[in-house]
Every structure is written in structure tokens, then in C-alpha cells.
């Protein structure tokens, strides 16, 4: 069955420093991994998908991730943090005939000025 | 379209009683999901459904749980008797089936049970 994991429950960076947080699949078959941001009591909401047309995925809020599938990573990247960053974020993947979403165990991004 | 909405936003219950949660899916969607968020277990997903019918519900924790969708537009979240334990934020999701396609949460349940 397909999972995710994400390496690091918090990531610490500063204000205007590149925001890195890892995520790693395990699939038998091309998978369709996700992205999901959380803010506080707030539901989940998209940042970006990747569902084979382009190995680089731009997402909002200008992060991206990069889909390699000899590193079976999906790793988000934003170039410069905001405060406004601050969040939790999700790695996930479909799973079975029907979308099926498997959630990682989410990593939180802290943002100091 | 208002999104995926929820109620109640909060339930403070006591141990024993029925709680009942309540979810709107977008229009036109017909998946279905209920998902339920702590901080030992994360987001695990509960039951899905795929046109109103429950296509898998492995993750229903026990029998105490129980979900139904009546109609593509309501979906409803059952726990009998209630547990401490069963505190948590409960996430309903809908979209349109595929694999690739995006599903957007309502804004959860925070339900306490004392």
C-alpha cells in the first residue's frame, strides 16, 4: 500500500531563510502525492499536486516541490519564508481504486522574524 | 459554493452520551471523507465514500462508530456511547473521484468529551 513519510515534526527557520520540508513515498506504483497546508483551527487546504505531467509543481503562496522518483521524495521548498508561513504542513498519497488520501504525520514550520 | 460545511464547530459532551457530527459536502462532489486528527495519532482517515456508498471504513476505530450518507449532500458522523478518548478534531472532505483530484476539508468538529 502507498504511504508517506515526513522527516521532522517541526522545522524551525527564520524570516526571508529557504523553507525545506521532507517528504518520502513508498509506492509499487507512479503515485499521486499532494501537499496540504494547516493553519490554526483552520481546516487543510491544497498547496500543490503532482500527478506526473511535470516533475517540478509550482503551488500557491509560491512554495514548489520537486518529484524524484529515484529518491522516491516529494520534498516542499519555498525560497523565502514569511511569517505568514507559519503552519502545518502534510505530505500525502491516493491510495487504492478510489482517492483514498494517506496523510503523513505532518510537519510544523515556525517562523521567527 | 460555500465549501464543505460543518457542524457544530464545538461539542463539549459527557462521557455515555450519542454524539451526532454533521457534514455538507460541496455540490457535485461524490467522495466522501471523514477523517479524525489528534496529536498521538495525526489525521487518520475513518470511512469513505464514493456516491453515497461506504467504499471502505477499515478506519472506524470500533462499533461505538458509525457513518452514513443519506444523500449526496449530507453526511452525518456517529459516536455511541461516547469516550474521553474519542476526543479530537473530526475533518469531513469531499471531491470528485480520482486519484489526482484535489479534496477540500470543511473547517472540522472539535469535540470534548468529559
Known amino acids: 500500500a502507498q504511504s508517506v513519510t515526513q522527516l521532522g515534526s517541526h522545522v524551525s527557520v527564520s524570516e526571508g531563510a529557504l523553507v525545506l520540508l521532507r517528504c518520502n513515498y513508498s509506492s509499487s506504483v507512479p503515485p499521486y502525492l499532494f501537499w496540504y497546508v494547516q493553519y490554526p483551527n483552520q481546516g487543510l487546504q491544497l498547496l500543490l499536486k503532482?500527478?506526473?505531467?511535470?516533475?517540478l509543481v509550482k503551488g500557491i503562496n509560491g512554495f514548489e516541490a520537486e518529484f524524484k522518483k529515484s529518491e522516491t521524495s516529494f520534498h516542499l521548498t519555498k525560497p523565502s519564508a514569511h511569517m505568514s508561513d507559519a503552519a502545518e504542513y502534510f505530505c500525502a498519497v491516493t491510495q487504492g481504486g478510489f482517492q483514498k488520501l494517506v496523510f503523513g504525520t505532518g510537519t510544523r514550520l515556525l517562523v521567527s522574524p | 459554493d460555500a465549501g464543505v460545511i460543518q457542524s457544530p464547530r464545538h461539542e463539549v459532551t459527557e462521557m455515555g452520551q450519542e454524539v451526532t457530527l454533521r457534514c455538507k459536502p460541496i455540490s457535485g462532489h461524490n467522495s466522501l471523507f471523514w477523517y479524525r486528527q489528534t496529536m498521538m495519532r495525526g489525521l487518520e482517515l475513518l470511512i469513505y465514500?464514493?456516491?453515497?456508498?461506504?467504499?471502505?471504513d477499515s478506519g472506524m476505530p470500533e462499533d461505538r462508530f458509525s457513518a452514513k450518507m443519506p444523500n449526496a449532500s449530507f453526511s452525518t458522523l456517529k459516536i455511541q456511547p461516547s469516550e474521553p478518548r474519542d476526543s479530537a478534531v473530526y475533518f469531513c472532505?469531499?471531491?470528485?473521484?480520482?486519484?489526482?483530484?484535489?479534496?477540500?476539508f470543511g473547517q472540522g468538529t472539535r469535540l470534548t468529551v468529559v
Open positions: 472532505a469531499s471531491s470528485y473521484t480520482g486519484l489526482n483530484t484535489e479534496a477540500f
Open positions: 465514500f464514493n456516491n453515497n456508498v461506504p467504499i471502505d
Open positions: 503532482y500527478t506526473s505531467a511535470a516533475t
